[in-house]
C-alpha cells in the first residue's frame, strides 16, 4: 500500500494486485471461437450459390421468363448479391485502418446497387403496366435507357454520399481499453457518424420505396409479375435490418461485428431467394410455362 503503481491503459492487475499483466485482445477472429469460422463458410455457401443462379439465369438469357423486367438490372442484383458475400471477410480478423475503411464503403455501395437495381426494376414493371393500354403515353418511357438511368441516378447518390464520407471523416481503426475491465477491444469506428446514419438512412429509403412501390404493383394482371416477389425480398430485407439495429447498438466488441455480418448475408439471402428462385424454377421444371403466351397471353 505504500508503493502503489497504477497500470497502464492496456494492462490491468492481477488477481493479487501486485503486478500487471496484458490485458486480453478481442476482436473477430478466427482463431478464438467457431463464430467466424461459420459466418464465414456460410458467406461461402451462397457466394457458390448465387454463382450457381447465375449460371442458370444467362444459360436461359432469351426466355421469356429471364427477359421479364429487365435482364441487365437482374444481372447488376445478381452480381451485388454475389460481391456481398466476399464483402464479409472485411469484417472478420484484427481490423486495420484500410480494412474498416473497405468494410463500410463496401457494403454502402455493394447495397445500394442492388436496392437501386431493385428500384427500377419495380419502376419499370409499373411503367411497363401503362404502356399496354391504347394510346398510351408511357410508350415511349420503355426501354433498356430508362431503367439504366433510373439505376445509375439511384446508384449515383450513395456514391456521392460515399465520397463526402471517405472526404470528411473516413471510418478506422480503434481500441477500446474502458467499456470491458481487463479486456482491449479492437473495433473500427465509423469516422463521422452523420455520414454512417446518412449512408445507412438512404439504403433505408430505396428499401422503404422499393416495398411501396412493389406491394402496390403486385396485383397488376400478369402472370409473371416480378412484384410480388420483391414485394416479400423487400420484406425480409426490411424487417432483417429493422431487427438489427437495436442488435447493433446493444453490443460492443466482435458481437456488434457478428450482428452486422448476420444481417448482410440474411439480407442477401433474402434477395436471393425470393426474386431468382421463381425463376429458376420455371426454368429449370416448369419449361413449358416459359413461354409467352404462358407468361403474357400472347
Do not use: H
Amino acid at each position: 500500500s505504500e508503493n502503489c503503481m497504477q497500470c497502464t491503459e492496456y494492462e490491468w492487475p492481477n488477481i493479487k494486485q501486485d503486478q500487471c499483466i496484458p490485458k486480453l485482445v478481442e476482436f473477430l477472429s478466427y482463431s478464438e471461437g467457431v463464430l467466424a469460422i461459420i459466418l464465414a463458410s456460410v458467406s461461402v455457401l451462397f457466394c457458390f450459390l448465387t454463382i450457381l443462379i447465375a449460371f442458370i439465369f444467362i444459360s436461359y438469357w432469351e426466355t421469356p421468363i429471364a427477359k421479364a423486367n429487365n435482364r441487365i438490372l437482374s444481372v447488376i442484383l445478381l452480381v451485388s448479391i454475389m460481391v456481398s458475400y466476399p464483402c464479409v471477410f472485411l469484417f472478420l480478423g484484427r481490423p486495420v485502418d484500410i480494412t474498416c475503411i473497405l468494410r463500410q464503403i463496401s457494403f454502402a455501395i455493394i447495397f445500394s446497387a442492388a436496392m437501386s437495381s431493385v428500384l427500377a426494376k419495380t419502376i419499370m414493371v409499373y411503367i411497363v403496366f401503362k404502356a399496354t393500354k391504347p394510346g398510351s403515353v408511357w410508350k415511349m418511357w420503355i426501354g433498356v435507357k430508362l431503367s439504366t438511368t433510373l439505376f445509375l441516378f439511384f446508384f449515383s447518390v450513395q456514391v456521392i454520399i460515399s465520397i463526402i464520407w471517405l472526404t470528411i471523416s473516413p471510418p478506422f481503426r480503434e481500441t477500446d481499453t474502458y467499456s470491458y475491465v481487463g479486456k482491449i477491444i479492437i473495433q473500427c469506428n465509423e469516422g463521422s457518424v452523420i455520414a454512417f446514419y446518412s449512408v445507412l438512412g438512404y439504403l433505408g429509403i430505396l428499401a422503404a420505396v422499393s416495398f411501396i412501390a412493389a406491394f402496390l404493383a403486385r396485383t397488376l394482371p400478369d402472370t409473371f409479375n416480378e412484384a410480388k416477389n420483391i414485394t416479400f425480398s423487400m420484406l425480409v430485407f426490411c424487417s432483417v435490418w429493422i431487427a438489427m439495429i437495436p442488435a447493433y447498438l446493444s453490443t460492443k466488441g466482435k458481437y456488434m461485428v457478428a450482428v452486422e455480418v448476420f444481417a448482410i448475408l440474411a439480407s442477401s439471402a433474402g434477395l436471393l431467394f425470393c426474386i431468382f428462385f421463381p425463376k429458376c424454377y420455371i426454368m429449370i421444371f416448369r419449361p413449358e410455362i416459359n413461354t409467352k403466351i404462358m407468361l403474357y397471353g400472347y
